[in-house]
């Protein structure tokens, strides 16, 4: 079901057999010349609308805007603060559990979001305790990662990925424009976090640790398509437990 679409009487219908929501989760910031702004929202987006066609699970507009700030010396890029997407994680999920939703996803598309999401969610069960909530970027759906390295040939990168990249352009109805296929610098060591001037200076181009002479359409289609079929296993397996 898109709530967006669906009527009152017919969320309450939907209510009597479905308890599972899908919360579209992205952001929209630079990816060089390689990937559009809306990146990480539209594969979340798209993920979660062929999920919901599947399983019948409800499906939210997505939240649109994340937490970026690393990448605002870029033109286009907009960022939250981690405690408005906190509070905004908080405040959809009580929304969907006030109404009778026992399950709700935030489907990620852009790894910043996790920690402002996960503390959302911590202050959500607070109020809502029986509630299965949960924080899920689509690369960590189950058998994902092991796809990814059959198809690419090891790890996806950091920021710009070789797999974001050729999952988006598909998405949107478009052939992979003609951008360099360079390979981006290493990226930030672990637990490093840079400032907005401090990424501009080290990753001119956008990229981060990923190899984009790697980008293939058909192999992100291929891609894309276990990433459903995972979701939907996943969103199966909650409605066995979801009252």
Known sequence: MNL???LTAEVRDHLRHGRTALVPTGSLEQHG?????????IIPVRLC????EITGAAVTPAITFGHSPNHMAFPGTVSLRASTLSALARDVAC?????GFRAVLFVSGHGGNRGPVEEGIRE???????ADLRYVPYWTLPGVKELQERLFGGDAGYHVTVTEVSMVWRLVGMEIPDFPRRAYPHEPSPGESLT???WLERYPDGGAG?????????KGAQLFESMVRSLCGLIDGIGRHVR
């Open 4 to 6: 967006a679409g669906a």
């Open 33 to 41: 010349e390689a990937a559009p702004l809306a990146c990480d929202t």
């Open 49 to 52: 609308a062929a999920a919901a």
């Open 95 to 99: 929304s969907l559990c006030s109404h």
């Open 124 to 130: 959500a069960l607070a109020e809502h305790p029986g």
């Open 196 to 198: 907005a001037a401090e």
């Open 210 to 218: 990923s190899d984009l002479s790697r980008v293939s359409a058909e």
